[in-house]
């Protein structure tokens, strides 16, 4: 079985850095595509960004873009997010997940099978 554990949340200043990161375990996770997702309270789960198999190919959301860094290691097993300049509406868990599905966008959470615990990012204004 997969698993998936994301760590390196935390509080954080505005335009601060943070670096996530979510270490895989099990059956092959470096066939397949990785996402960040994230959630604050009362709002749903909402793309961040998104690697390809080999971390050639890379999205984001529009809200993330410039700012945050997806990046993997598939021998380490770990899919890493860098944000910086966070700011306060960056504010939410992050999920890191395994998307399984090609019928369904990578934006959709439908499209992913496997995820992790979630680590809390908080910015402060």
């Known amino acids: 079985q997969v698993q998936l554990v994301e760590s390196g949340g935390g509080l954080v200043q505005a335009g601060g850095s943070l670096r996530l990161s979510c270490a895989a375990s099990?059956?092959?996770?470096?066939?397949?595509?990785m996402g960040w997702f994230r959630q604050a309270p009362g709002k749903e789960r909402e793309f961040v960004a998104g690697i390809s198999p080999s971390g050639g190919s890379t999205a984001y959301a529009d809200s993330v873009k410039g700012r945050f860094i997806i990046s993997r290691d598939n021998a380490k097993k770990t899919v890493d997010l860098q944000m910086n300049s966070l700011k306060p509406e960056d504010t939410a868990v992050y999920y890191c997940?395994?998307?399984?599905?090609?019928?369904?966008?990578?934006?959709?959470?439908?499209?992913?099978?496997?995820w992790g615990q979630g680590t809390q990012v908080t910015v402060s204004s």
């Open positions: 099990g059956r092959t996770v470096s066939s397949y595509d």
């Open positions: 997940a395994r998307r399984i599905r090609y019928d369904s966008s990578r934006f959709r959470v439908e499209a992913y099978d496997y």
